[in-house]
């Protein structure tokens, strides 16, 4: 039988019948890829399938994929993710799923291809931009968004020019709409922002003089 182009049979894991091998040898297989972080071959990305785990639900067959930091989900199956699929940004740049760290210099996902908020929060060019207390969606953190553009930023109503650091930071007021106790804590955490517990509710998380001016 055929999972895809992988032949189905018993055989030893990748780990083991690639125990300390190279990069050739373990990528040579198809079953396996080789980790360059970890030095270890593992299980390619595509062989998380259903045709491979017939005994689980889709839910659980993904949730394998994802547990390999080396994979992910995009519109199909199981597929290595975008730091591992490019090392150049153009090639990046160039995949819908993609965008390139330009402060890590590597490709990572796209931000509005990210639905979940816990995997937004810990991506490190995206944050959950809310839209009310209940609802939001992930985007590119605006330092990311606009790199030396000073008016663009601050022509984003969700965005502003920190003019001490000349970088693009989130609009302080924007923090007001997470509602709940992480309204304060999140303003506070930012240090072009301070909190006016006096003012009305909305407008209590306040640009700071710092970062307004730099003279």
């Known amino acids: 039988e055929v999972n895809g182009t992988f032949p189905m049979a018993c ?4 780990g083991i019948r690639f125990f300390n091998s190279t990069t050739t040898s373990c990528n040579a297989d198809d079953n396996c890829m080789y980790d360059v972080n970890d030095e270890t071959c593992t299980k390619e990305c595509r062989r998380y399938d259903e045709k491979e785990y017939p005994a689980l639900s889709t839910d659980d067959v993904t949730a394998l994929c994802l547990k390999n930091k ?5 519109d199909g199956p199981c597929t290595l993710n975008c ?5 150049q940004e153009s090639a990046c740049e160039g995949d819908e799923w993609c965008m390139w760290d330009h402060k890590r210099n590597y490709c990572t996902k796209q931000c509005d291809k990210i639905t979940s908020t816990d995997d937004c929060i810990v991506s490190p060019t995206c944050e959950w931009m ?3 207390s209940v609802s939001g969606n992930c985007s590119k953190m605006c330092e990311y968004r606009y790199i030396g553009e000073d008016g663009a930023c601050d022509n984003d109503d969700q965005c502003q020019w920190d003019k001490n650091t000349s970088t693009c930071k989130k609009q302080c007021d924007h923090y007001e709409t997470v ?3 992480t309204t ?12 006016k517990a006096g003012n009305a509710q909305g407008q209590r998380c306040m640009n700071s003089c710092k970062a307004r001016y730099n003279s």
Request: glycine share 6%; hydrophobic share 15%.
């Open 83 to 87: 730091q591992q699929r490019y090392t």
């Open 184 to 195: 304060e804590t999140e303003c506070r955490r930012d240090t072009a922002c301070f909190w």
């Open 11 to 14: 055989r030893k894991k990748c």
């Open 179 to 181: 509602g709940g106790n």
């Open 130 to 132: 809310y839209n009310s």
């Open 70 to 74: 080396m994979c992910t989900i995009e």
